[in-house]
């Protein structure tokens, strides 16, 4: 999925003005928007993000293909800053929800313009709201700062953040290889855990310096008996985003009783706590496919003939 966020054109005006009838009428569940005589609602100030300096009009596309628009201002029109930057208006149509598009779209728009910036939200808008704190959490690693304020009756919530200059810096070692020593490439079909470990701590380690993301926390979820006797679990990680069910096993003779879906439960959760909106994992065509469509999850991708005639089904869940 390639997503792009354009600056848009005066001559894209009419289309931005078409899009945010569809914004304004999905608007009207938490505000009582009125519509014009003319069947429109309309949108004032749109003519201004191509004639004043501080208004910037943008358009979303998902793989060459509309999919909303985001309005920016630098001032806020609710105090008297004028250095803040503020989202007048934010908008992904509903078929691209629920697929990350906003926040890709938004981390984009942060990365453009550095310095303090402010996202209005009513309160009542409950998705908006979570939607907004874990975006804001994703590009700073911090939750934002939060005002509560009424503005004509009406309670909002506004997060406050800073968007610094973010430096891709490629990193080059100035290591030597130590003198007489032979280096070679070797196949062990028994490796050591330790071995193991550093390689995958190395590819962690460089991922951490080339991308300035922390590491995925790692957490399990066991069913046992009183003695500590393990029958089933999960091993899952989350960043900041999703959390990743790597392994769910139960035994056999706890199958069928309703095990499966309290640890899967019990892992969303914990991942919910942690702030994540998304669940992913994937299974085989003969393994538990059924079992998650049946506890909320939606098919991603299918790769045919994976392994022999059996596809690997990837599957996701908005928690």
């Known amino acids: 999925m390639q997503i792009e966020v354009v600056k848009a054109t005066i001559e894209q005006k009419p289309l931005l003005a078409n899009l945010l009838e569809l914004y304004a009428y999905d608007f009207t569940e938490f505000c009582d928007f009125d519509i014009g005589d003319d069947g429109f609602y309309g949108y004032e100030n749109l003519l201004l993000y191509w ?14 293909k509309i999919a909303g628009f985001i ?10 800053d004028k250095t803040v930057w503020d989202i007048s208006e934010f908008f992904v149509m509903k078929r691209y929800k629920r697929y990350g598009v ?16 402010q996202v209005r939200v009513l309160q009542d808008n409950n998705v908006a709201c979570k939607f907004w704190l874990q975006a804001i959490k994703k590009f700073t690693s911090v939750s934002p700062a939060k005002t509560e304020v009424t503005i004509k009756g009406e309670d909002w919530n506004i997060y ?18 130590i003198p007489n ?8 079909h028994n490796p050591s855990q330790a071995d193991n470990d550093a390689l995958m701590e190395g590819l962690i380690t460089s991922y951490e310096r080339e991308m300035n993301e922390t590491r995925d926390k790692e957490f399990s979820v066991f069913l046992k008996n009183n003695l500590g006797e393990i029958f089933g679990g999960i091993q899952a990680h989350f960043d900041t985003e999703s959390v990743y069910i790597d392994v769910l096993w139960i035994d ?21 706590k942690n702030g994540c ?16 469509l049946k506890n909320g999850y939606e098919p991603l991708g299918e790769i045919k003939k ?10 996701r869940k908005v928690l």
């Not at 020593?181 to 062990?188: A, H, L, S």
């Not at 909106?277 to 299974?283: A, Q, Y």
């Open 51 to 64: 004639t004043e300096s501080t208004r910037f009009p943008y358009l979303i596309y998902v793989d060459k």
């Open 71 to 80: 309005l920016v201002q630098k001032g806020s029109p609710i105090s008297d």
């Open 102 to 117: 906003g926040t890709a779209a938004a981390l984009k728009i942060w990365g453009q313009f550095n310095g303090s910036w």
């Open 160 to 177: 406050r953040f800073e968007s610094k200059e973010r430096k891709v810096v490629r990193h080059e070692s100035n290591e030597q290889l």
């Open 181 to 188: 020593t032979t280096y070679k490439i070797t196949v062990d």
């Open 252 to 272: 056999d003779k706890f199958r069928k009783k309703g095990f499966g879906t309290k640890l899967l439960n019990a892992a969303e959760l914990e991942a919910k």
């Open 277 to 292: 909106v998304f669940s992913t994992l994937d299974t085989w065509d003969f393994q538990a496919e059924h079992f998650y």
């Open 306 to 315: 994976y392994w022999r005639e059996h596809s690997r089904i990837f599957l």
